[in-house]
């Protein structure tokens, strides 16, 4: 009798102990001991149920009976508690007041951004926008642009072949081809995208670059629109002040061909670094389409004229923004990048 008061007054005083301890505990993790302590396999009420084993079955009953509502009642206790916890941290976490987190956003890339630009005098000045592929074969790339086999100006556009025939387009000249395959003139076309060349990495050469291309066709095309139309786009993208200077060039697609050259934008054509004290800068290649085009793309050229030109968008990118590396555009930087 007397073992089996014992028992029920330990239980007794574990579940005051406990209750006491339960009010003073912080935390989950303080909780968690807490539970562990009394209810835990090696707790304390497992601890007391292992002396019940010297009483008789009756009595095992009874005091099992108030252990088994001891550990029910506790349990419910703990989770309780917990569950306090719980929406304690809840509300803590939430502070209103806190600024949220902004979202990084982008924007286009400097290249982009002067292409956009530069279409957007084109195309004030009549010109649609066109595009052509990336990966062309030699037809289009050299041979209806008036370029035959074993032509030496071949090499100087040193280009990526992918399979025999089969090239990175070394310039944008093709679409010209492709674009007057499917049209009938008059045309006024622009284009612009990626070009590739086997060139080693400098400061002002690298083997991927973007170049802008455009092409005028009808009847009584002169090399006066050609320079009214490129004078126009220079002074517009530049400075309304700049000076511009046509002198010969030479490309098998054009005759007479033209390079043409702005007044250094850098000394204002007093002579400088940049300019290699010339006072100019070569900025495009342009000239009359040839006859041999025409007659390639079945335009018939006793009746239509027509000019083309080509630049590189890197180089007046470069000019206009001051940039002196051509590399700072595929580096993505993000110092470079957010200044534009
Ligand atoms: N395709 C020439 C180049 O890449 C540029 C050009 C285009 C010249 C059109 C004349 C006319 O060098």
Not at 116 to 133: R, S
Not at 311 to 323: N, P, S
Request: hydrophobic share 35%; net charge neutral.
């Amino acid at each position: 009798m007397n073992e089996i008061m014992e028992l029920k007054t330990e239980l007794k005083k574990l579940a005051e102990d406990a209750s006491l301890a339960l009010k003073e505990a912080k935390g989950r993790e303080g909780l968690e001991n807490l539970r562990i302590a009394y209810l835990g396999r090696k707790g304390a009420l497992t601890r007391i149920l292992g002396k019940m084993k010297n009483l008789s079955l009756e009595e095992k009953k009874t005091v099992g009976k108030q252990a088994n509502e001891l550990k029910k009642q506790l349990g419910e206790s703990f989770k309780e508690k917990l569950l306090q916890c719980k929406e304690k941290k809840v509300t803590e976490k939430i502070d209103i007041t806190l600024p949220g987190i902004k979202p990084k956003l982008g924007h286009l890339h400097p290249i982009t951004l002067i292409s956009n630009e530069m279409k957007e005098i084109f195309k004030g000045l009549g010109f649609d926008f066109v595009t052509g592929p990336e990966i062309e074969n030699e037809y289009y790339n050299f041979e209806a642009l008036n370029f035959p086999e074993e032509h030496p100006a071949r090499d100087s556009f040193d280009s990526f072949y992918l399979a025999p025939n089969i090239l990175l387009r070394s310039h944008t000249s093709p679409v010209q081809i492709r674009t007057m395959e499917k049209r009938k003139p008059p045309l006024r076309i622009i284009t612009t995208g990626r070009c590739f060349r086997r060139d080693a990495i400098d400061a002002s050469h690298f083997p991927a670059f973007h170049q802008m291309e455009g092409l005028m066709v009808g009847e009584r095309i002169s090399f006066s629109h050609l320079k009214g139309v490129l004078t126009y786009f220079l002074r517009k993208i530049f400075e309304p002040d700049i000076e511009v200077r046509f002198s010969p060039s030479y490309f098998p697609f054009t005759e007479p061909s033209a390079e043409v050259s702005i007044s250094c934008p850098f000394c204002s054509g007093t002579g400088c670094g940049s300019c290699g004290h010339s006072g100019w800068i070569e900025i495009l290649g342009a000239g009359m389409v040839n006859p041999d085009v025409f007659k390639k793309v079945n335009y018939d050229p006793e009746k239509f004229t027509g000019f083309a030109f080509g630049m590189g968008i890197e180089r007046i990118a470069m000019l206009k923004y001051k940039i002196s590396d051509i590399r700072d555009f595929w580096e993505n930087d993000l110092r470079f990048l957010e200044q534009f």
